[in-house]
């Protein structure tokens, strides 16, 4: 056997062992829409504590009433509180995603899991927040409406009320929708590509 046999022999030989398997270039395609994610949440904190930031500034506005200063603080003490709670727990899952390295099945298995969750996590944060919305709903209502409604004898004195009453349930209603269209654009469809992803691995 001469050199020509013996690299030819050597060159056949090395292309047979490199072979990337099926399976992990499968895995590896999770890794875009994982990253995505990650991306909204970042911006999604920048816009959260913009939001917070902007909310407490609100009684320096001319038009906010004096005696309203107080018990807005009041709200926005507990609405702050309980914003930093959500936060904080979407903080950690952003950072487990940073950690994980997607490269076995059971890895992609507990990150869509991961994922799942803190989608539910983020549609109740959105519902605390709908809560406090309401009540600055009602009490915009109760200031400029101050003597309108006696919430003491529970008699309607006028249109007020009712429509307070309405638009309660349409502010639920609509948020609700809105958080589930949010979710969905944001989290939800890349969800849907990674158990694309776990479904096929199973094939």
Do not use: C
Not at 125 to 148: C, K, M, P, Y
Not at 167 to 178: D, T
């Amino acid at each position: 056997m001469d050199f020509n046999d013996i690299q030819s022999a050597w060159n056949n030989e090395q292309n047979n062992e490199v072979k990337i398997p099926q399976n992990l270039d499968k895995i590896k395609a999770a890794n875009t829409p994982l990253d995505k994610i990650k991306k909204n949440l970042r911006n999604e904190f920048i816009y959260q504590i913009l939001s917070m930031i902007l909310i407490g500034l609100a009684p320096l506005m001319k038009s906010f009433p004096v005696n309203a200063v107080v018990p807005f603080y009041l709200f926005y003490s507990i609405f702050t509180a309980v914003s930093i709670y959500y936060l904080v727990k979407l903080f950690l899952f952003y950072r487990r995603l940073t950690k994980t390295n997607l490269n076995t099945k059971d890895s992609l298995y507990e990150t869509y899991f991961d994922i799942r969750l803190n989608m539910e996590l983020y549609k109740t944060f959105g519902f605390a927040i709908t809560s406090f919305l309401v009540l600055f709903l009602v009490g915009v209502v109760l200031f400029e409406n101050g003597n309108s409604v006696n919430f003491f004898t529970g008699k309607l004195k006028n249109a007020a009320l009712l429509a307070l009453f309405f638009n309660i349930v349409f502010v639920f209603l609509f948020m609700g929708l809105a958080l589930e269209w949010w979710v969905h654009k944001f989290y939800g469809k890349y969800a849907k590509e990674i158990r694309k992803v776990i479904d096929e691995l199973k094939e």
